[in-house]
Nanobody
Framework: QLQASGGGLVQAGGSLRLSCVASGRTFSTYVMGWFRQVPGKEREFVAGIRGSDGATYYGDSVKGRCTISRDNAKNTRYLQMNILTPEDTAVYYC?????????????????WGQGTKVTVSS
């Protein structure tokens, strides 16, 4: 089970840190990803981190503004988002994949959290 949190309302230019806590099983060897979705659009890959070596990969829309990290002791993954814009407004989901590479496809991720809403005001 994955539990995402940390969303909220923030002004443009601000920052937020999302958290994804895993429970019920160990996801330390999984790829953990963050996706986001706005109504009427497909779920978009934001960032991923590989469990085996901590390698990271970012979607083009957030590259340079976001950092994904992990705390294995807490079974938690984080997404630090900076310089937020209204275009970042979405529901953010964390997900886990047993692949050995960081996939940007939602089909690669078997486990999903419930989503946390981020709203960026202009």
């Amino acid at each position: 089970q994955l539990q995402a949190s940390g969303g909220g309302l923030v002004q443009a230019g601000g920052s937020l840190r999302l958290s994804c806590v895993a429970s019920g099983r160990t996801f330390s060897t999984y790829v953990m990803g963050w996706f986001r979705q706005v109504p009427g659009k497909e779920r978009e890959f934001v960032a991923g981190i590989r469990g085996s070596d901590g390698a990271t990969y970012y979607g083009d829309s957030v590259k340079g503004r976001c950092t994904i990290s992990r705390d294995n002791a807490k079974n938690t993954r984080y997404l630090q988002m900076n310089i937020l814009t209204p275009e970042d407004t979405a529901v953010y989901y964390c997900a886990a994949s047993s692949n050995t590479w960081i996939s940007t496809s939602i089909n690669a991720y078997k486990y999903w959290g419930q989503g946390t809403k981020v709203t960026v005001s202009s």
